[in-house]
């Protein structure tokens, strides 16, 4: 297991506060769920600080609002999740740890700012502890696939549950044939609800489109023998949390998630498969599908 010691010149122990974003993106607790995932879209990100009268409340976690149904009018102070917050004092390597045991990629700092898996990431990317990993190596080899005859309602359910970007889509000899990303399945569930003014639930017919309708087939997926440093230098410059891994013969074989980086960084291990907790609504038959697959 690979152990780091996060320290810069003169042997001291970085803190939280060298590599935060000071500028951070925030929302109030009265802004609408419609405006706040406005936001989160246009800078890319997938948690945001909820504030009310200046003082912070919790975050709003994209991925929780994913299956819920909301109007898009409704307040955000509903789905306010209380995360850890971290003290500027706090090292990196006590970031890392709150982030794989609360799930959470981005952390508030008091009164200073924000750090997130990104933020290690980019500033430990150069370090020799990558010299001799490949992707294999720290692959998550128990992970959530599509299938060609697949809904999008499903694939938007397992990446909400999972937390990832994309996820392949095979054929009937396990081969991938493309990957299906959220952004994607967003914009075809928005364009379908404009064109029915807004109308559009989870109970529409329109969430059973097969999910070859949105299938992106040009991807090429991470071959598992890529070095892992240039792997996730592709992650960072794509700004996704996890990419689909496949074998010689094209067969998805895994997911690398940045997650799973952070916890091989840090001497922790979230082991060989995805710990899901489901939160939104779900009916029991698909939790115990998603479970056991």
Same mark, same amino acid.
């Given at each position: 297991?690979?152990?780091?010691?996060?320290?810069?010149?003169?042997?001291?122990?970085?803190?939280?506060?060298?590599?935060?974003?000071?500028?951070?993106?925030?929302?109030?607790?009265?802004?609408? /769920? @419609?405006?706040?995932?406005? !936001? *989160?879209? +246009?800078? #890319? =990100?997938?948690?945001? %600080? $909820? &504030?009310?009268?200046?003082?912070?409340?919790?975050?709003?976690?994209?991925?929780?609002?994913?299956?819920?149904?909301?109007?898009?009018?409704?307040?955000?102070?509903?789905?306010?999740?209380?995360?850890?917050?971290?003290?500027?004092?706090?090292? /990196? @390597?006590?970031?890392?740890? !709150? *982030?794989? +045991?609360? #799930? =959470?990629?981005?952390? %508030? $700092? &008091?009164?200073?700012?924000?750090?997130?898996?990104?933020?290690?990431?980019?500033?430990?990317?150069?370090?020799?502890?990558?010299?001799?990993?490949?992707?294999?190596?720290?692959?998550?080899?128990?992970?959530?696939?599509?299938?060609?005859?697949?809904?999008?309602?499903?694939?938007?359910?397992?990446?909400?549950?999972?937390?990832?970007?994309?996820?392949?889509?095979?054929?009937?000899?396990?081969?991938?044939?493309?990957?299906?990303?959220?952004?994607?399945?967003?914009?075809?569930?928005?364009?379908?609800?404009?064109?029915?003014?807004?109308?559009?639930?989870?109970?529409?017919?329109?969430?059973?489109?097969?999910?070859?309708?949105?299938?992106?087939?040009?991807?090429?997926?991470?071959?598992?023998?890529?070095?892992?440093?240039?792997?996730?230098?592709?992650?960072?410059?794509?700004?996704?949390?996890?990419?689909?891994?496949?074998?010689?013969?094209?067969?998805?074989?895994?997911?690398?998630?940045?997650?799973?980086?952070?916890?091989?960084?840090?001497?922790?291990?979230?082991?060989?498969?995805?710990?899901?907790?489901?939160?939104?609504?779900?009916?029991?038959?698909?939790?115990?599908?998603?479970?056991?697959?």
């Amino acid at each position: 297991m690979v152990q780091l010691k996060f320290t810069k010149r003169g042997g001291k122990i970085m803190n939280v506060s060298k590599i935060m974003t000071k500028k951070v993106i925030v929302a109030d607790e009265n802004d609408s /769920i @419609e405006k706040v995932l406005a !936001i *989160m879209d +246009k800078e #890319g =990100i997938k948690e945001v %600080p $909820i &504030i009310s009268k200046n003082k912070y409340k919790g975050m709003l976690i994209y991925y929780d609002l994913l299956t819920k149904l909301t109007s898009g009018k409704e307040k955000v102070q509903k789905y306010i999740k209380r995360t850890p917050v971290l003290s500027p004092k706090q090292t /990196i @390597e006590d970031a890392i740890k !709150i *982030m794989i +045991k609360s #799930g =959470i990629t981005g952390l %508030p $700092i &008091i009164d200073e700012g924000r750090v997130s898996d990104f933020d290690i990431l980019r500033i430990l990317i150069n370090n020799h502890v990558f010299d001799n990993l490949k992707v294999l190596d720290v692959l998550i080899k128990q992970f959530p696939i599509l299938r060609q005859e697949d809904s999008i309602e499903k694939a938007l359910k397992l990446i909400s549950i999972n937390k990832v970007d994309s996820l392949p889509v095979i054929d009937n000899f396990g081969k991938i044939v493309g990957e299906v990303f959220l952004s994607d399945i967003l914009s075809y569930i928005f364009n379908k609800k404009l064109k029915s003014k807004g109308k559009m639930d989870h109970e529409s017919r329109e969430y059973d489109t097969s999910v070859m309708t949105i299938v992106k087939r040009e991807v090429q997926p991470i071959p598992e023998t890529l070095n892992l440093r240039r792997a996730l230098e592709i992650m960072l410059l794509s700004r996704i949390k996890a990419v689909v891994v496949s074998d010689t013969e094209n067969r998805p074989i895994g997911i690398l998630s940045r997650l799973k980086i952070l916890s091989l960084l840090s001497g922790m291990n979230i082991g060989e498969q995805i710990n899901i907790n489901l939160s939104g609504d779900y009916d029991l038959d698909f939790s115990l599908q998603v479970r056991s697959q």
